[in-house]
């Protein structure tokens, strides 16, 4: 669809999204009474700048139902997250919503180079978390044949890529990674599997480690977004040009502010992706306050698409550490140190307060083979190529082989050890 008939589209969408809110939410009414905004008078850009933002905070402070603009008995599912602080958040779906959502993942997946007819390994937890079933129907939708393995049991997924001949994998990335780590050492090379498309998502990923999880699996890695709040996986998924992530904008629309000031910032600069929802029925999003840092752009895509496209995300603001004032995403070090000779792909980083200051260990691990003696001589290189590529001074600790803890899902990246306050 060329991009002025999307836009078209997205504000009659977004006119009854916002009717939903006022009729069925009263938090989104007051606040948009507040803010003396009328759905019908939402006619550009300008106008919805002026709709007041949701928080994740909201959904915990009307838990569990106070958001929703469908009773119960009208839902088809409910997904819970028990995010990393405090009280978990519950997110509905209407049967048109899980349609829809199984659509949106159909075509990602198909963007990702799936196909109808092919063995789709789900290593996604299933569960309360959406990552499972959003890529569980999505890969029936598409017409493919699904193994809902869920996360674990590593050695037995292995068996079962190479005897039921998955050609696409679904999954983290780092569990991908450590999945071909397994694979290694039980002799399995999985770039003679039938394996060609990782849809790879739920964590931030630097470039480094798309390039390690290609080589080692052989296949196609492309990153998919998404997040439970506002429908699941398939909210945004790259194509086969991996050039950032084409953001559905049938079904959102997407903004990007500078965090402190809301300011929108131009196209192709960095600021946090605000995402209003424009077709979902059981919990509609007004300018949801995603947290996640990025960059969009409008530029046409070698594939042929139209729709936008979100560059690869940075990091979570929520994750971003301040190391003697400056910024830094645990993925900007992760892009150091993917691929460094005699260090595996495995890593963590602990924060401390000495005194005032913030101090960062990175805690990374020897390839198998590599002589203790040699440890303290890759830390100093580590270090090195952190302080001239991220900027920031930090210890390097290399351990033996297996010391850094597997992801089975979520990677843990960060081991904050500074006092609460
Ligand atoms: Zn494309």
Request: hydrophobic share 40%.
């Amino acid at each position: 669809m060329p991009r002025e008939a999307l836009a078209a589209l997205q504000f009659e969408r977004l006119r009854s999204s916002l009717r939903n809110a006022w009729d069925n939410v009263p938090l989104h009414r007051q606040r948009m009474q507040v803010a003396g905004i009328v759905p019908e008078e939402v006619r550009s850009l300008d106008d919805l700048r002026r709709v007041p933002f949701t928080f994740k905070s909201d959904l915990r402070d009307h838990y569990p139902y106070g958001m929703f603009a469908r009773p119960v008995s009208g839902l088809a599912r409910l997904h819970a997250s028990s995010g990393t602080t405090g009280k978990a958040t519950v997110v509905g779906y209407t049967r048109a919503d899980i349609d829809n959502w199984a659509n949106l993942m159909a075509r990602s997946l198909h963007g990702a180079g799936a196909r109808a007819g092919d063995v789709v390994h789900n290593a996604y937890g299933y569960g309360l978390f959406t990552g499972g079933l959003g890529a569980h129907y999505g890969a029936e939708r598409l017409g493919g044949a699904v193994v809902p393995m869920s996360g674990g049991s590593t050695e037995r997924q292995i068996a079962l890529i190479m005897d039921l001949g998955a050609r696409v994998l679904c999954a983290t990335p780092s569990y991908a990674l450590a999945m071909a780590e397994v694979a290694e050492q039980l002799g399995v090379d999985l770039r003679q599997s039938k394996l060609e498309v990782g849809v790879f998502g739920a964590e931030p990923w630097s470039a480094a480690m798309r390039a390690e999880i290609e080589e080692r699996l052989g296949l196609k890695a492309v990153d998919i977004y998404g997040l439970s709040e506002i429908m699941g996986p398939g909210v945004a998924c790259e194509c086969t040009a991996q050039a950032g992530l084409h953001g559905w904008e049938d079904h959102f629309l997407f903004e990007v502010l500078d965090p402190e000031t809301q300011a929108p910032v131009p196209e192709g600069q960095a600021g946090e992706l605000v995402i209003t929802t424009l077709t979902k029925e059981a919990l509609p999003m007004l300018r949801y306050r995603t947290r996640d840092i990025t960059k969009l752009t409008t530029t046409p895509c070698e594939c042929g698409r139209t729709h936008l496209r979100i560059l690869r995300i940075t990091g979570r603001s929520d994750d971003m550490l301040i190391i003697r004032g400056v910024n830094v995403y645990p993925s900007q070090i992760e892009a150091v140190l993917v691929g460094r000779p005699m260090i595996a792909p495995h890593y963590q980083l602990v924060v401390e307060r000495q005194g005032t200051l913030d101090q960062v260990t990175i805690e990374v691990e020897a390839q198998a083979g590599v002589a203790p003696e040699a440890f303290a001589a890759i830390a100093r290189d580590v270090a090195h190529h952190v302080k001239s590529m991220v900027g920031i001074s930090a210890s390097v600790l290399v351990k033996p082989v297996g010391e850094i803890p597997r992801s089975q899902g979520k990677a843990v990246r960060v081991r904050d050890l500074r006092p609460k306050e």
